[in-house]
């Protein structure tokens, strides 16, 4: 475990290095929880067997134990700091791939450009607030990355199913947001990741 400094605090990141590693694979959590969630285990899973590294990122806010997420801006500036930080060091001459789940997937998405990401995988990604109709749809964070993304999203997932695109593919696993089938999961990236290596 590395601690990392960001413009908002300590980051820590827990490396699962790969060997020899094809790719980096940074991976972050969801809003309330942190990166022992069973996707984001399955997902580190699947990518370990495809010789991709994985960085699991513990956000500032998380760090310094408190449970509400910080500002999304703040999310997105720590969230740079460290890809920067890894990809100078110990992922330096490596594809860069970013991710997360939900409030996680939310921010690998909208930094995609900034980090030089070369693909993007999103758990859970929550698209509408459930019982919110009023409240705006996060489709235009997907809709903003152009290199290949991965979605893998609970069959019922309250916060709904993103489509498909031709950058963007879908995977509907059983469960909903939770997303604790993780064999599910970890076939879900498991595929999509030599496509894109």
């Known amino acids: 475990m590395t601690e990392l400094q960001t413009p908002r605090g300590l980051a820590r990141v827990h490396m699962h290095p790969a060997d020899e590693a094809r790719a980096a694979l940074v991976l972050g959590h969801g809003a309330g929880g942190g ?20 960085a699991l990122v513990e956000q500032p806010y998380r760090v310094a134990g408190r449970r509400s997420p910080a500002p999304a801006g703040h ?3 720590a969230w740079v700091a460290v890809a920067a930080q890894l990809r100078a060091g110990e992922f330096a001459g490596l594809s860069l791939l970013v991710g997360g789940r939900s409030s996680g997937a939310r921010v690998a998405c909208r930094t995609a450009a900034e980090t030089g990401a070369a693909g ?6 929550p698209l509408q607030p459930p019982g919110r109709a009023s409240a705006p749809s996060r489709l235009s964070e997907l809709d903003a990355v152009t290199v290949p993304t991965l979605i893998v999203q609970g069959e019922r997932d309250p916060f709904g199913i993103p489509s498909a695109s031709a950058t963007r593919t879908v995977a509907l696993v059983p469960g909903d947001h939770n997303l604790r089938s993780g064999a599910h999961v970890r076939d879900a990236v498991a595929a ?3 496509r894109l290596l």
Do not use: Q, S, Y
Request: with cysteine; hydrophobic share 65%; proline share 6%.
């Open 192 to 194: 999509w990741l030599p």
């Open 120 to 125: 993007v995988v999103c758990l859970a990604f």
């Open 35 to 54: 990166v022992g969630a069973p996707d984001l285990v399955a997902a580190t899973a699947a990518a370990l067997d495809a010789g991709v590294t994985v």
């Open 75 to 77: 999310l997105d500036e």
